[in-house]
């Protein structure tokens, strides 16, 4: 994707910064944004940004524990960020705080299955590392994922790790997440990974024309409270077309359809949930003034929206509801940085200010604010 180019107020021209949540979940985390959140898993993406800082507001939140009725409270969000220098050829960086949303998953199953009772450690002091490079007419980068941290007084430890791999050649892109091992327990729990793999690819037959397919895979089991076995069992795929219909300096459009399935199990408690949905969305982002880019976006499943649900071989249940998502977000200029916030509408169509934590649904205004300095 181009960049966007934000004039500075009267003097200074300067690249829009690409680098934040609020950005990506403004625009429906489309496939063919490029941002430092998208390029973590796709980091060939490195060598089309600049050289940044880029800071993500949030907490050093440290357990998860389960709040009933079964909704797992991970805290406040997460603050994250770091730097990437880009050079000609070749972009390093470094990157302080980025969890994962497998393994969160991976917790979340250990209290819904019953092997948690008491509060873990979610992900600590985790760091990327990250490098990217050219190779004739192809360009790769691999991202290295570490996290480790324990706290003696209530016996609790947790630790992960992984790798990212890509590689494109402007029309094939080709993409491989695999995380190595995590594990979060305390006295008498557990609950480790034993599989999380995600593969992607994409094929650009047109400039701004691209279908891609991804497939994902996590596995965790459990030991605690006479349970030991798998507590997470889950698989989804996706198969898309996204397409830039109007592209310039000043405005980006695009739209996009995908297949999607998903399978999950979290055993033990017999809870499986099947779901194959058909999502169409649209999307802008423009600048609006000299100062201030606009983003909003807006996703409804089509035809296939149905969401089977078996808490025990007696309680099926399916859905079709109402599926639409909208977000917004601003990106203002600050000199040769970039403050962004998103905001999106929760389930009343409401916005309400809040700090995106899961009680509130990760909904509220200005519920993703992040802020990057270009060099």
Known sequence: MKK???????????????????????????????????????????????????????????????????????????????????EEDRAYGLYFGRRSDAFSGAITAGFLSGVFTSPVLQEQNPINVFYASKMGDWTWGVTGKYSSGKNDTNDTKSSSSGIALGATNGALEIELVQGFGGKTENATESVESKAMTQVGVGYKFAENMEVYGQYQMVKADGTGNGFDNTVLDLTRYEVGFVNSAVKTDDVNFFYGVAYRSENREVKNGDIKSESATLPVWLGVEANAASWLVFRGSISQSILLNEVKTEVSPAAETKADLDSIAFNAGVGIKLGNGMLDANFATAANGSLNFGNGDVAGGGQEFLSNVAYTYNF
């Not at 180019?5 to 429906?28: F, G, N």
């Not at 496939?31 to 993500?56: G, H, K, W």
């Open 4 to 86: 966007l180019v934000i004039l500075a107020a009267l003097t200074m021209v300067a690249p829009a910064a690409m680098a934040s949540k609020a950005r990506v979940q403004s625009l429906a985390n489309s496939r063919q944004i490029v941002d430092i959140q998208n390029a973590f898993d796709r980091p060939y993406q490195f060598m089309q940004l600049s050289s940044m800082a880029t800071f993500e507001w949030g907490t050093n939140s440290q357990t998860a524990v389960m709040a009933p009725p079964q909704t797992m409270n991970f805290g406040d969000r997460h603050a994250e960020g770091g730097f990437l220098n880009r």
